[in-house]
């Protein structure tokens, strides 16, 4: 089982940036596509974000202009670069393959306040 550690959330005020990381314990990315997730209080967690094996990338409309999904499989590392932040983009997010696999890590808070 891949080991998946997020990080990079914080608090930040309405139209600020974050930088968040996915480690993986070893490179996955020849093999898996990947993606990142987000789960807000009371909601179902929702896949924001894919890079595909060719480096292709898609997005949730929600999303869409504002975040950008990258990896470097030299560091074994996934990034989403999110600008122009809203409230409503307050979740806890998550890195993992697309299809997601059964193991989580314990995700990175990201607060957007207004």
């Known amino acids: 089982q891949v080991q998946l550690v997020e990080s990079g959330g914080g608090l930040v005020q309405a139209g600020g940036s974050l930088r968040l990381s996915c480690a993986a314990s070893?490179?996955?990315?020849?093999?898996?596509?990947m993606g990142w997730y987000r789960q807000a209080p009371g909601k179902q967690r929702e896949l924001v974000a894919t890079?595909?094996?060719?480096?292709?990338?898609n997005y949730v409309d929600s999303v869409k202009g504002r975040f950008t999904i990258s990896r470097d499989s030299a560091k074994n590392t996934v990034y989403l670069q999110m600008n122009s932040l809203k409230p409503e983009d307050t979740a806890v997010y998550y890195c993992?393959?697309?299809?997601?696999?059964?193991?989580w890590g314990q995700g990175t808070q990201v607060t957007v306040s207004s």
């Open positions: 890079i595909t094996l060719r480096g292709s990338t």
């Open positions: 993992n393959t697309k299809p997601f696999g059964d193991y």
């Open positions: 070893r490179n996955i990315f020849d093999i898996n596509a």
